[in-house]
């Protein structure tokens, strides 16, 4: 049995805003965005070249999904970019406003700094030592 995982869900407070975010500053492609009525939309963003694995930004609509944004992880890295080149991303997302919360190190697993979105998600930009 093949399985693997399609979609994460992304608690977001704008879909505009996340669109926003996801394709212009980190590059994503936005694969879909379907009007679902009465508010709702299904959207979904992934990396370039990405073939599985996509976020579903969906936003919130109660006053709990309202308190997970940005802490749907309890505070801890959430979301984990793999890149086969660090330098060159890193330097793109610095040039495009992204936030990162740390300066570039090197792990015994790779080379890695956490950047945070807009809505307060912490984020892993990482090259393994394996790639």
Known sequence: MNQFIG???????????????????????LVED???G???????VAPPGS???????????????IRAIGNQSGGRVFIFLNTKYFSR????????????LEAPRHEPYGTVAVF???FGNKWDLIESRSD
């Open 38 to 44: 009465n508010g709702k939309r299904w959207v979904l």
């Open 51 to 65: 073939t599985e694995a996509r976020l579903l930004l969906a936003k919130a609509d109660s006053s709990a999904q």
């Open 34 to 36: 379907t009007d679902l």
């Open 116 to 118: 945070q979105d807009p």
């Open 7 to 29: 979609a994460i869900s992304l608690v977001i407070p704008d879909y505009d805003k996340a669109i926003d975010f996801y394709t212009n500053s980190l590059g994503f492609q």
């Open 89 to 100: 991303d890193h330097a793109t997302y610095l040039q495009r406003g992204v936030q990162f």
